[in-house]
């Protein structure tokens, strides 16, 4: 049986979900470290080519996320400036504090619809992730693939030269039983 290993730079708060997500992938934990885990799984599984497309679509679909996350990131929320410093702006300049509400309500205001649309994305493709990672795991975890595993590695010598000879059709009647 062939396996192949996989590595994944994780915090030690993402390790669990990592390996979650992972097994449902056909992966099995090998090793866990501070900051890695590594991870392997048999190449000869028979639903192996259609555990790889959903990986690859997950991982895409993650990519997504991560490359959303980042740009959102950018988008700082406006500071709140001090309440003596409001207290100063209005009593010395009642037209500055006009002008900054009207300016911090925009910008809040444009923060809230690039949040909103942010969090709209991110929760269709974390769906889709979920969804994705939901249908592998039924197909890894299916009753063929299980009783195909299972039946694979669980017959020995014995048990196969007595299918192979109920499959041809002989009794177990002794020898010289049939001259009668």
């Not at 996320?65 to 400036?81: C, G, Y």
Request: glycine share 4%; proline share 3%.
């Amino acid at each position: 049986m062939s396996r192949e290993a996989k590595f994944i730079d994780c915090g030690r708060s993402e390790q669990a979900q990592s390996v979650y997500d992972y097994e449902s992938f056909g992966w099995e934990l090998s090793d866990a470290q501070a900051d890695r885990i590594i991870m392997s799984r048999e190449t000869q599984n028979p639903v192996y080519p259609e555990l790889v497309r959903f990986q690859e679509r997950y991982e895409a679909l993650q990519n997504e996320i991560n490359l959303k996350n980042a740009e959102f990131a950018k988008n700082k929320k406006p500071v709140r400036v001090n309440g003596w410093v409001l207290a100063a702006l209005f009593i010395l300049l009642i037209l500055p504090f006009v002008v900054y509400m009207l300016v911090y309500g925009l910008k809040n205001k444009k923060y809230k619809a690039v949040e909103k649309k942010h969090l709209d994305e991110t929760s269709v493709l974390t769906a889709e992730k979920i969804r994705i990672a939901k249908e592998s795991r039924e197909t890894f975890f299916s009753r063929q693939n299980l009783k195909a595993l299972y039946n694979k590695n669980d017959k020995d010598d014995t048990e196969l030269i007595f299918e192979s000879a109920e499959i041809a059709g002989a009794d177990n009647d002794p020898p010289g039983s049939d001259l009668k």
